[in-house]
T-cell receptor, first 114, second 112 residues
């Protein structure tokens, strides 16, 4: 079974530029999550999708971050414009059933904002 | 609010000696607790989870954790460390059934 795929693996941009990350969850997983992991900290949930609907985006900085999950499969997370403090690893995870506690994580995208 | 505190940011052990990574939790009800491991440049992998069944939970790669309600602890142990165990370990609590709240992580170093 293929795992959660993410691209790109690394990205370097300058502040005020925009960037997008892509995630393809495990086939058949209804729930998809985006996390932000700042160096030295544990991952923090940004947004949770159930199929193509948003379940929880309470910690998403909506003035600059946006995410979508068209057709309830893969997802894109965008930052526009980026700030220095957005430098982090962005992790995507998926869960096999609605509300499922076991989450399967992708390798992450490491973002550096200069 | 549900949260976890990992008591050590770094732990160093010699190969073949026991591993103990400490985690305390805070929860207003019976929690679901997890340990995840993160190897460099790899995704987070579930080691084990506790969901109110047996208090001693066995996971992959010889790890286990014991849920102690009286101490609000969920420490991770392994009898004998291997070089491949070197990684960062996260204690995690589940909120509202599916929202994961991560601890700050413990980096495990294994010396040869």
């Amino acid at each position: 079974e293929a795992g959660v795929a993410q691209s790109p693996r690394y990205k370097i941009i300058e502040k005020r530029q925009s960037v997008a990350f892509w995630c393809n969850p495990i086939s058949g997983h209804a729930t998809l999550y985006w996390y932000q992991q700042i160096l030295g900290q544990g991952p923090k949930l940004l947004i949770q999708f159930q199929n193509n609907g948003v379940v929880d985006d309470s910690q998403l900085p909506k003035d600059r971050f946006s995410a979508e999950r068209l057709k309830g499969v893969d997802s894109t997370l965008k930052i526009q414009p980026a700030k220095l403090e957005d430098s982090a690893v962005y992790l995507c995870a998926s869960s096999p059933k609605p509300g499922g506690e076991t989450q399967y994580f992708g390798p992450g995208t490491r973002l550096l904002v200069l | 609010a549900q949260s976890v505190t990992q008591l050590d940011s770094h732990v160093s052990v010699s190969e073949g000696t026991p591993v103990l990574l400490r985690c305390n939790y805070s929860s207003s009800y019976s929690p679901s607790l997890f340990w995840y491991v993160q190897h460099p440049n790899k995704g987070l992998q579930l080691l084990l989870k506790y969901t109110s069944a047996a208090t001693l939970v066995k996971g992959i790669n010889g790890f286990e954790a014991e849920f102690k309600k009286s101490e609000t602890s969920f420490h991770l142990t392994k009898p004998s460390a291997h070089m491949s165990d070197a990684a960062e370990y996260f204690c995690v609590v589940s909120v509202y059934g599916n929202k994961l709240v991560f601890g700050a992580g413990t980096i495990l170093r294994v010396k040869s």
